[in-house]
Structures are given as structure tokens and as C-alpha cells.
Nanobody, 126 residues
Framework: QVQLVESGGGLVQAGGSLRLSCAAS????????LAWFRQAPGKEQEFVAAVSRSGNTGYADSVKGRFAISRDNAKNTVTLQVNSLKPEDTAIYYCAADYKTPRTTYSVASSDYTYWGHGTQVTVSS
């Protein structure tokens, strides 16, 4: 049984930082592409960042230079360091896993991801 469990969300002032983590179980972690998506109230879910099986990373334009994704295959975790937070970053952040994408690439489409966590809330106050 595959499980993805996010943690690390919270309430933070604008300009602050958080470290979001996603712990995976029930899968061969190194064989999966990992990503973070988010959904703000009243908005569509959107891609935030991804890390391929080979370690290549990609980011949405809105978070480039502020967010950093990393994976630790030994610990079965993927982490999203979020810095210089803005009120518009307020959302539920979801971890997702995909096995179909080629080793060196990643997808930005949520429909390509097979497994999802339940999310962690990030709220940024102005």
C-alpha cells in the first residue's frame, strides 16, 4: 500500500520560510518522479516543483528562485524548502509520485501522477 504523508506546513508571515516534507512508503522510492502541487481556495490545482528519478529539478515560474525541491532516496523523502513566502503562496501543498515519466524528466500535469498525499496547509500572512 503506497502512502505519501506531507508535513511541515503552518502559518508564517510574508518573507518567512518553511520546510515541507513528504515521507513515502510502499514503493521503490528511487524509481518514482516526485512533485509538489498546490491548490489555493477557489483556484485550480497548480504545479509547483518536481524532481526526476535522475535528480533533475523543475519549478513553476512563480516560485523559481524562492523554492527548492530535493529528494533523499535513502530516507524515502522529498522536501520542498519554501523561502521568501508571499500571501499568494497560501494554499494546500500536495506531494505526488509518478512512475511513467522517463528517468531524466518530469511532468507538470497533475493527471500524470499516480499517488498523492493528503496535503499540508501553508498560510502566509501579510
Amino acid at each position: 500500500q503506497v502512502q505519501l504523508v506531507e508535513s511541515g506546513g503552518g502559518l508564517v508571515q510574508a518573507g518567512g520560510s518553511l520546510r515541507l516534507s513528504c515521507a513515502a512508503s510502499g514503493l521503490i522510492f528511487g524509481s518514482w518522479t516526485l512533485a509538489w502541487f498546490r491548490q489555493a481556495p477557489g483556484k485550480e490545482q497548480e504545479f509547483v516543483a518536481a524532481v526526476s528519478r535522475s535528480g533533475n529539478t523543475g519549478y513553476a515560474d512563480s516560485v523559481k528562485g524562492r523554492f527548492a525541491i530535493s529528494r533523499d532516496n535513502a530516507k524515502n523523502t522529498v522536501t520542498l524548502q519554501v523561502n521568501s513566502l508571499k500571501p499568494e503562496d497560501t494554499a494546500i501543498y500536495y506531494c505526488a509520485a509518478d512512475y511513467k515519466t522517463p528517468r531524466t524528466t518530469y511532468s507538470v500535469a497533475s493527471s500524470d501522477y499516480t499517488y498523492w498525499g493528503h496535503g499540508t496547509q501553508v498560510t502566509v500572512s501579510s
